[in-house]
């Protein structure tokens, strides 16, 4: 356990933002099985330590760009989770007035420029926001999120050689979900399909600073994102950070299914912890571990994070009332906000 | 007035663009093309050392970075080269750009430009002459520009670089040389204000770009006839001025439109398909259309010639709606 090479603050404001996450996106798999809204969508669950450790390196005035699986990019920047359910449901009060839905929603107001769904499409931006920064001489670093998925995409490849040609201040993170995913042959989809056995070879080619890291371990990825942030404050950008995660087995189908329910009692409690997909939810659970190591290294007591628990989940229902409540976009306004 | 070429103009309306603005970079610096006039940049270059970056031939990503730059906060010039590569870079441009301000529901702003050299040239053949104005007119949420004359490329490049949205800056490889009344201060030429670049009572030509310079001269040399040919030149096709177009042809009751997108759901078709819906009743015989026609753009002179709307074809055209039962003596128009 490395646990204490972070300090307690910092430490329960990575957890404070998984829970968020993870609450956020059991109420949107509930509020998808209420038939609340319809289109097709992506779960953050189990990559929420990578997304929370990097988002909590970050300083408010860095700019980020994410790939369709982002609400848990979203709720971990601190965006209203209230307007952010809103957006998915297509209400009026959506953080993009119910014009991005899940798939494009951003919060700009917090530096949080854009959701990509174009696979890929997030690597050019965020070279893009930080060709920007650059532009305006500030010190302040882009952050691009992608699926392994996106190394697919020859865009990707060309930012990673503008990024380091320009030394633009961008952090490439790559969250690698696919470990476990189930292919075709299983009955699923294919989610990587690459020649290489490395994808830090890809922008390791261009010279970018590369490092491969445990996704769940919340002190690698900000530990990681600490120094990618320090070189591209310096002028030493671009980085890429690889972080690896087990595939959320409710992730795995073509649509997500709601495969485990959070219980972080099974923290401390492994004998709770039941059904088809404990071993998941024992060994690969970034929120329970995280949970777990706070505990055993006496950051907080289990009631301490239970009470934090109970908090995330009641800041997450108040949100999804709010947007449920809320009025749909009106079709009124449809031709509102194309140009400036 | 002082008379510089249109290649001049862009240039002064970069510099002063570049001088104005700290936020304003050039992300490819070959926007005068590779031609006699492509020396005029280099004063840029030596002025701006730090705000011209020369990309790596990557289309798509130079297309996603100046958006991206964009949303965080600056004003990128993208020079696409010839505008036939910019299908290299059309996600970003349609997927990114295009959608960006709307997808947020108005909070994100994409002040971007991204300039291109369209048309035939010469020799150019299929990858080289692209016309895609129609193409990016059928994605919305970008502003199209298409100047046709030194003193609006300078005004409207003025304002695509101050505009708050993503404006495709669409000029034509062979305009570079003409020559043309500027004036040496800066001014702007506002977006969806068409201009009359000649007036007349007998029929109403609408162009854009390089081939206004056709629609002129088909004018001059009917003028010898008598009939009076009113060119209307909309600079930009979003916005675009469908007040003055309509106001035209319902002094002249006829309607030419050229273009050098290809036929099918082009700029000559849409912008008659606006004035047969939106005046009908001014309309004394069916509008006719000059354009590219539906076929890949071919190398050899003499086939390139047969798909270029030339001044002949638009005279033709002119005939026939001056004249509709003369519809025999007009050439196969596109």
């Known amino acids: 356990m490395t646990i ?7 430490t329960l404001s990575i957890f404070d933002r998984m829970l ?13 099985n209420e038939r609340r809204f319809a289109s097709h969508f992506h779960l953050y669950i189990g990559q929420e330590a990578t997304g929370a450790a990097v988002l909590e390196a970050l300083g408010d005035k860095d700019l980020i760009c994410t790939t369709h699986r982002n609400h848990g990019h979203l709720i971990g920047r601190g965006s209203d989770p209230g307007q952010t359910i809103a957006e998915i449901l297509g209400r009026s009060t959506g953080l993009n007035r119910g014009r991005g839905g899940t798939l494009h929603a951003s919060d700009p107001s917090r530096g949080f420029l854009s959701t990509s769904a174009i696979v890929g499409g997030c690597a050019g931006l965020a070279a893009g926001a930080a060709f920007g920064i650059k532009t305006k001489r500030e010190t302040n670093v882009a952050v691009g999120f992608f699926g392994d998925g996106a190394l697919e995409e020859g865009l990707v490849i060309e930012s990673f050689n503008i990024a380091a ?65 320090r070189r591209c404050r310096t002028g030493q950008g671009p980085a890429f950070i690889e972080a690896f995660t087990v595939r959320w087995p409710g992730s795995s189908p073509l649509w997500p299914e709601p495969a485990t329910v959070t219980d972080l009692n099974e923290a401390w409690d ?11 939810v024992r060994d690969h659970d970034p929120l329970l571990r995280t949970a777990r190591d706070i505990v055993a290294h006496g950051y907080a007591s289990q009631d301490e994070v239970m009470a934090r628990d109970k908090d995330a989940r009641t800041r997450i229902e108040a949100g999804a009332t709010f947007a449920i409540e809320s009025p749909m976009a009106l079709s009124e306004t449809v031709y509102e906000h194309v140009f400036a | 007035m002082r008379k510089i070429s249109y290649a001049g103009a862009i240039v002064e309306a970069l ?20 031609g006699p006039k492509r020396v005029l940049m280099d004063s840029i270059r030596a002025e701006f050392p730090d705000r011209i970056y020369d990309p790596p031939t990557s289309e798509a990503a130079i297309v996603s970075i100046g958006a991206g730059a964009a949303m965080a906060g600056t004003r990128p010039f993208v020079d696409i080269g010839t505008a036939s590569f910019s299908y290299v870079g059309w996600s970003p441009l349609v997927n990114e750009a295009a959608v960006a301000r709307y997808m947020s529901g108005g909070s994100l702003r994409v ?7 369209h048309g035939l040239r010469g020799g150019g053949a299929a990858q080289h002459s692209g016309s895609p104005q129609a193409m990016l007119w059928n994605a919305p949420g970008l502003e199209i520009v298409l100047p046709s004359s030194p003193y609006d490329v300078k005004g409207l490049m003025r304002s695509a670089i101050k505009s708050d949205n993503p404006t495709v800056f669409i000029n034509h490889a062979r305009l570079m040389d003409i020559e043309g009344d500027v ?39 009917l003028a010898a006839d008598g009939i009076e040919v009113e060119v209307v030149d909309p600079r930009t096709l979003v916005p675009l001025d469908h007040k003055t177009i309509l106001n035209s042809v319902r002094q002249t009751g006829r309607l030419v439109v050229i273009d050098e997108a290809p036929l099918s ?49 638009v005279i033709a055209a002119i005939r026939r709606v001056i004249d509709p039962r003369a519809k025999n003596a007009a050439t196969r128009l596109s």
């Open chain 1, 20 to 32: 968020m996450m993870r609450y956020f996106e059991e109420a949107v798999l509930r509020l998808y």
């Open chain 1, 165 to 229: 040609l320009w030394k633009l201040p961008v952090i490439f993170v790559c969250e690698n979900n696919s470990a476990g995913a189930i292919g075709p042959q299983q009955g699923g989809y294919p989610t990587a399909i690459t020649a290489t056995d490395s994808f830090t070879r890809l922008p390791a080619a261009y010279g970018i600073d590369c490092v491969k890291i445990d996704g769940t371990d919340i002190v690698a990825v900000y530990e990681a994102t600490t120094e990618a942030t």
């Open chain 2, 183 to 221: 004036p040496a201060e800066d001014y702007t030429v506002p977006f969806g204000r068409a201009d009359i670049k000649r007036a007349g009572r007998d029929v109403t030509v609408v162009a854009t770009s390089f081939v206004v310079h056709a629609a002129l001269s088909a004018a001059e040399r």
């Open chain 1, 4 to 10: 204490s090479l972070l300090d307690r603050k910092t």
């Open chain 2, 15 to 34: 510099r002063t663009s570049l001088s104005e603005d700290s936020t304003v970079s050039l992300v490819g610096s070959y926007v005068l093309g590779l």
């Open chain 2, 111 to 117: 002040p971007v430009v991204y300039h291109m050299l």
């Open chain 1, 270 to 280: 492994p004998t709770r912890i039941k059904g088809p997909h404990a071993a998941w």
């Open chain 2, 265 to 313: 759901c082009g700029v000559a078709s849409e912008i008659s398909a606006i004035v047969a819906e939106e005046g009908f009743e001014f309309l004394q015989c069916p509008i006719v259309r000059v354009a590219r026609p539906d076929i890949p753009v071919p190398f050899s002179k003499p086939l390139e010639d047969a798909i270029t709307p030339t001044t002949e074809k």
